[in-house]
């Protein structure tokens, strides 16, 4: 991820004394994700997952293009931050659409695909970049893919939950009707009614998420501190990948997208086995005590290879924390702040993100040590305070604040999955009830 950033400040000269400013144009970007993230966050909610996707990829096209053109550092710079916003909001609001129309059973894809296409895009960059050596080419070409996405437009309908929440109940009732369709199965007429029947129009926002209950607060803040140590970590040892001791800097770079291919697997393989919490816990404490091994371990050609290896688990296990963050949010907070929730926590994320590179500056001005000390001290702490949130595996996900306040007492649980499987049986059933489509 580096690559292109030292390209482009080797034309201009900023070197020696302006070596900062790779950092600064790193942070600058991770900013402008941030505000993204909040911004187009609240937006999807008010407006509609979909519509906030195209407007979020028209915004990253733009940018994208005009990037490759710019004159100096400055306007580099403004159109990084403005490129930030535009890759949170699209990713942010195609998450979203993606894991409302996912059911328990299957919902850990909604968090492991999009991850594992992002580390995909991770290679894929090292590759371009060992291919394509001129900076502006380089950007042009990885810009270019985003045209792909405006077929969307016509292909990825609007959120069905979103719409019921905001009282669209005949727009929501064709779009389940057409995927059910697709998909070649019924829907029950007794569902279709009880829709009809419980039309209350919900509103939330992120402030509801933290003064609604002490469990959802609780449960907010915890997923919040997560994602900003899980970017902090992913982003933190992206970026030093190309400085680490030993090899080919292009191999390196490609070799830590692969890593997090383990730390997917990992997700895929136990999500639905040991639970969410769990498996976030492992992911932390994996990373907690890779990167202080690695950072305590004397830089020499003998050792190098043992310095590399750890810092690629560490960044698998990051990668894996980042499905997992994903899914936790998702699935803890409920459909009318849903976007929002995901938001802030992209927001807490990037500013996670925006801290990496400096903390990387710190090993060139300290010691490496501390460094991956203050990512692994981090790290640990993530790991132990997620056991606190509630186990969300297998569980319907929450469609107003109650539902997230009570989510994990028993007695609601029990009341969610008689719930959910008594949906369950009315779509399997084939009475003549049903409606055939």
């Known amino acids: ?57 028209i915004l990253q096209l733009t940018c994208g293009v005009l990037l490759a053109f710019s004159p100096e550092y400055i306007s580099f710079v403004i159109l990084r931050w403005m490129l930030g916003a535009g890759h949170s909001g699209s990713f942010i609001s195609a998450f979203v659409i993606g894991m409302e129309f996912i059911g328990p059973k299957y919902s850990y894809i909604g968090g492991v695909v999009p991850n594992f296409v992002f580390s995909l895009g991770f290679v894929t960059i090292a590759l371009l970049a060992y291919l394509i050596r001129y900076w502006k080419w380089l950007q042009l ?69 933290l003064t609604y209950g002490p469990r959802l607060r609780k449960t907010s803040l915890i997923v919040f501190y997560n994602w900003f140590v899980v970017s902090m970590l992913f982003y933190g040892l992206s970026l030093s990948t190309s400085e680490l001791p030993g090899g080919d800097p292009y191999i390196k770079i490609m070799l830590s997208g692969v890593a997090e291919f383990g730390g997917f697997i990992f997700c895929c393989v136990f999500m639905n086995r040991i639970g969410r919490r769990r498996c976030q816990f492992i992911m932390m404490i994996l990373a907690s005590v890779t990167c202080v091994s690695a950072g305590y371990i004397p830089i020499n050609k003998d050792l190098n290879w043992l310095i590399q290896l750890l810092a690629f688990i560490g960044k698998g296990a990051s990668g894996g924390g980042f ?115």
């Open 1 to 57: 991820m580096n690559f292109p950033l030292k390209m482009i400040f080797y034309q201009w000269n900023l070197v020696c004394d302006d070596v900062y400013k790779k950092a600064v144009a790193q942070a600058v970007y991770m900013f402008g994700m941030l505000v993204g993230a909040v911004v187009f966050g609240d937006l999807s909610d008010r407006f509609g997952r979909k519509k906030i996707f195209m407007i979020s990829l």
């Open 141 to 209: 070409a990885i810009t270019a893919p985003g045209l792909l996405f405006l077929s969307y437009y016509w292909i990825v309908p609007e959120s069905a939950r979103w719409l019921l929440q905001k009282g669209r109940y005949e727009e929501a009732k064709e779009i389940v009707l057409k995927a059910a369709k697709i998909n070649g199965v019924k829907i029950p007429k007794k569902l279709l009614e009880e829709s009809d029947d419980e039309k209350v129009v919900h509103k939330a926002t992120i402030i509801d998420l």
């Open 323 to 437: 499905v997992l963050v994903y899914n936790l949010s998702g699935e803890l907070f409920p459909t009318i702040a849903r976007n929002s929730g995901v938001g802030v926590s992209s927001m807490v994320a990037r500013i996670g993100s925006t801290f990496a590179p400096f903390i990387s500056l710190l090993g060139h001005y300290t010691d490496n040590y501390v460094t991956m000390t203050i990512f692994g001290g981090l790290a640990l702490i993530a790991g132990i305070t997620i056991l606190f949130v509630p186990e969300t595996n297998m569980r319907p996900i929450p469609e107003t604040l109650e539902e997230a306040e009570n989510l994990g007492r028993k007695r609601q649980d029990e009341e969610e999955l008689k719930k959910y499987d008594d949906q369950q049986m009315h779509l399997e059933s084939t009475n003549d009830d049903h409606v055939h489509l």
